[in-house]
């Protein structure tokens, strides 16, 4: 079974900045694609962005140009989140798509003051 752990969350003022890790467990073998999606109270869960075993990155249009989505050449994912906004508050999830399965991480709470 693939465990994915997350690290990073935190309580930041509005305009600051955040660095969420997500390792998963076992070999890389078979990884298509990991990335990160958020739940904020009240919501349904949405894609933040991912990043395929080649390198292509997909945002959502809510994060583009302050996110970055980026793996190292094993199972680690990282998001850098700048400028952050209160409306950015939300459990962040790692998602792993590896061979014909989906995991998810707990989560991790990411909280902007304004």
């Known amino acids: 079974q693939v465990q994915l752990v997350e690290s990073g969350g935190g309580l930041v003022q509005e305009g600051g900045s955040l660095r969420l890790s997500c390792v998963a467990s076992?070999?890389?073998?078979?990884?298509?694609?990991m990335g990160w999606y958020r739940q904020a109270p009240g919501k349904q869960r949405e894609l933040v962005a991912t990043?395929?075993?080649?390198?292509?990155t997909n945002y959502a249009d809510s994060v583009k140009g302050r996110f970055t989505v980026s793996r190292d050449n094993k199972n680690m994912v990282y998001l850098q989140m700048n400028s952050l906004k209160p409306e950015d508050t939300a459990v962040y999830y790692c998602?792993?798509?590896?061979?014909?399965?989906?995991?998810w991480g707990q989560g991790t709470q990411v909280t902007v003051s304004s």
């Open positions: 998602y792993l798509h590896k061979l014909l399965y989906h995991y």
């Open positions: 076992g070999s890389n073998f078979g990884i298509i694609a």
């Open positions: 990043i395929t075993s080649d390198g292509n």
